[in-house]
């Protein structure tokens, strides 16, 4: 069975820094993409950073760009979100999801975290 | 960028209704288009992909078409199960989600 479970959410001061992380179990982690979604509580997704099987190809929405970094460990299974200067429009529940393949574009999202709440606020 | 947006926001509808919920795209996408569906508190889960392609698992009243910029997605008779909030999403280099749609109790 397939899991995600990301950690490193919580109350952060504007400015301030906050690395989120997904530990993936049931599947070839080194195979697939993954990526974040963040979701404001009550109001639609939006997809914030994508990477691809082995680091060579990241994305990110044009908001977090010079501000979040994605990477992950593939001998640990495990996928991070670095969040520097965080802003108050930075709050949401962040999921970690994984793509159908290996690459970060042209595959959907077959299965999702149950997310980690970050807020921002002074 | 692409941005996506879908119609109508919220629907009201009764069991065994069929539903459907277009969303398009601000410029052609060709076939990367997919459906999920969420539920409060949880997370979203995939229905289709590749617009029409039923993820496995899925019931097959659920159905997905179209083309170039515009997309739909219907639900032939909803059950009470189907009562949730539904997604488009563009998965590509940028990947874009529609706003959603509510499908509520009438």
């Known amino acids: 069975e397939v899991q995600l479970v990301e950690s490193g959410g919580g109350l952060v001061q504007p400015g301030r820094s906050l690395r989120l992380s997904c530990v993936a179990s049931?599947?070839?982690?080194?195979?697939?993409?993954m990526h974040w979604v963040r979701q404001v509580p009550g109001k639609g997704l939006e997809w914030v950073s994508g990477?691809?099987?082995?680091?060579?190809?990241?994305g990110y929405v044009d908001s977090v760009k010079g501000r979040f970094i994605i990477s992950r460990d593939n001998a640990k299974n495990s996928l991070h979100l670095q969040m520097d200067s965080l802003k108050d429009e930075d709050t949401g529940v962040y999921f970690c999801?994984?793509?159908?393949?290996?690459?970060?574009?042209?595959?959907?999202?077959?299965?999702w975290g149950q997310g980690t709440l970050v807020t921002v606020s002074s | 960028d692409v941005q996506m947006t879908q119609s109508p926001s919220s629907l009201s509808a009764s069991v065994g209704d069929r539903v459907t919920i277009t969303c398009r795209a601000s410029?052609?996408?060709?076939?990367?288009l997919a459906w999920y569906q969420q539920k409060p508190g949880k997370a979203p889960r995939l229905l289709i992909y590749?617009?029409?392609t039923l993820q496995t698992g899925v019931p097959s009243r659920f159905s997905g078409r179209g083309s170039g910029t515009e997309f739909t997605l219907t639900i032939s008779s909803l059950q009470p199960d189907d009562f949730a909030i539904y997604f488009c999403?563009?998965?590509?280099?940028?990947?874009?989600f529609g706003p959603g749609t509510t499908v509520e109790v009438k």
């Open positions: 410029q052609e996408i060709r076939e990367w």
């Open positions: 590749k617009v029409s």
């Open positions: 999801a994984k793509g159908s393949y290996y690459d970060r574009a042209g595959y959907p999202f077959d299965h």
């Open positions: 990477i691809n099987w082995n680091s060579d190809s990241k």
């Open positions: 999403h563009h998965y590509n280099i940028d990947s874009a």
């Open positions: 049931g599947f070839s982690f080194e195979d697939h993409g």
